[in-house]
């Protein structure tokens, strides 16, 4: 699967963006959850997507717009382990389908699943309807 960045944010790959030697130590495993999670959608036979990052989620869409997306994957804590957030954006009376993945492959299978379900053309509000 190609990922393609959007234009606002060609200046380095996803993979410099989440380069586990620039964030924190509080953020835990998850920028080398996600360089693993990249690594794996680059290997699989997909259409191109195009993608974008806001903070440290990772977001799919179908066309070169941040305003707008598919998939949204965060890497969360609970229970003192790191786990995959996947939410495809849907319409009401659901607004949005979540799944949850411990692994790279499964987050994977949960993103092209969410590719292939989700609704665009809402314009949703990356902050507020990502929780």
Not at 3 to 26: C, D, H, M, V
Not at 30 to 44: R, Y
Request: proline share 5%; net charge negative.
């Amino acid at each position: 699967m190609e990922l393609k960045r959007i234009s606002g944010q060609q200046k380095n790959t996803l993979l410099e963006f989440y380069n586990p030697k620039e964030w924190p130590a509080q953020w835990g495993e998850m920028p080398i959850m996600m360089c693993q999670l990249i690594e794996l959608l680059k290997s699989i036979d997909h259409e191109p997507v195009w993608v974008f990052t806001s903070h440290a989620e990772l977001l799919f869409t179908n066309k070169d717009d941040y305003q707008d997306w598919q998939v949204l994957v965060k890497v969360i804590e609970m229970d003192n382990k790191q786990y995959y957030k996947i939410i495809a954006a849907q319409e009401n009376p659901w607004h949005h389908l979540t799944g949850f993945a411990d692994k790279p492959n499964i987050a994977a299978d949960l993103i092209i699943s969410g590719l292939s379900v989700s609704n665009v053309g809402r314009n949703r509000d990356i902050f507020f309807d990502s929780n």
